[in-house]
């Protein structure tokens, strides 16, 4: 800094500026219910009903969960039984009996958010697999009588229906 006259003129000071950056805010991954989920179904029947989650976030959406997804699946046992698809914050799972043998079986995978403090988050799943119930012979009717005279003709032919009354084949 210069002044006309000033005898001490110029004087050179310093100016330091010190720039804090803002600490971010993060969301927090709420995962409603948050599992583990469990799923029952018969070898060779028909697959069990789906079951979802909602994915939100915690902080009551103050700060936002930024992009969120679902990671790779990790099967305990088995393998390509359980899909897992996200659609608008809430998670499907399915789980395909197809060629799988009585058993319990199980699977894991994260849930990410980019923007959550508590992210991922692990969503256990477990699938049991009962034994197909056994085949029951059926007879209808459970006896046939026949009369006939020793000499005469045959006595008439009858019918007996087999069938299964239980499960399986």
Sequence with gaps: ???????????????????????????????????????????????????????????????????????????????????????AGVVTLTCTTGALTAATYTATFPVTASNASNSPQTVTVSFVVAAAPAPVLALTPTSLTFAATVGGSNPAAKTVAISNSGGGS
């Design 1 to 87: 800094i210069t002044a006309t006259g000033a005898g001490n003129s110029p004087q050179t000071f310093t100016v330091q500026f010190a720039v804090t950056p803002v600490q971010q805010q993060l969301g927090l991954l709420a995962l409603t219910p948050a599992g583990p989920f469990s799923f029952g179904a018969t070898a060779g029947g028909s697959n069990p009903p789906t079951q979802t989650f909602t994915i939100s976030d915690a902080s009551a959406g103050q700060f936002g969960l930024g992009t969120v997804a679902l990671g790779a699946i990790s099967y305990g046992s088995g393998s390509g039984w359980l899909a897992a698809s996200l659609v």
